[in-house]
């Protein structure tokens, strides 16, 4: 079955560049079967949804992390990537990839994200 | 802005017995939620999608229910391994998640 790993630097600087990466195994990140999302949860509270890019290569971003946030496919060596930049302390987290998945039935799209990464720490501290 | 709103925050619950859960929207998502379950240290782990489709290999004990606005997570005998928090999720405009539950033992 599909499987995702995050990697990338677990430190990053105030008003730098946090980028990760997940790789996707057994199975193809072309293959429509997903759509690829990135989300993140700050020690100790809930989880918020970064954004998301699709097979097409449209992306979606959460409203209040657009202006930051890029998100981009690498098709040749199974991965997607994202990027925040401008990172402050509020934004060190656990940074999950997660496949998403939809159905459509009468009236509605159903999605849900499964299957997740296991999760990188990202500490933004000088 | 869509708001999930879970309660209650901690439920204390003895193994064997039945926990449930509420997860209510500010609008309304038909039945576009789902619920994960998260132990320490852990990602999250796909329950329920479509507010009462139960993932693969999911044990019966877990059910959802629920539309609209609505909606519940029924555990209906708590077995050592439930012990974890709890999260609902939807997708309106975009995705949000309820701010979950934790599932402790009484």
Known sequence: QVQLQESGPGLVKPSQTLSLTCTVSGGSISSGSYFWTWLRQPAGKGLEWIGTIYTSGSTNYSPSLKSRVTISVDASKNQFSLKLSSVTAADTAVYYCAGGNFLVVVAATLTWFDPWGHGTLVTVSS | ?106
Do not use: H
């Open chain 2, 1 to 106: 802005e869509m708001v999930m709103t879970q309660s209650p925050a901690t439920l204390s619950v003895s193994p064997g017995e039945r926990a449930t859960l509420s997860c209510r929207a500010s609008q309304s998502v038909s039945s576009n939620l789902a619920w994960y379950q998260q132990k320490p240290g852990q990602a999250p782990r796909l329950l329920i999608y479509g507010a009462s489709t139960r993932a693969t290999g999911v044990p019966a004990r877990f059910s959802g229910s629920g539309s609209g606005t609505e909606f519940t997570l029924t555990i209906s005998s708590l077995q050592s391994e439930d012990f974890a928090v709890y999260y609902c999720q939807q997708y309106y405009n975009w995705w949000t998640f309820g701010q979950g539950t934790k599932v402790e033992i009484k």
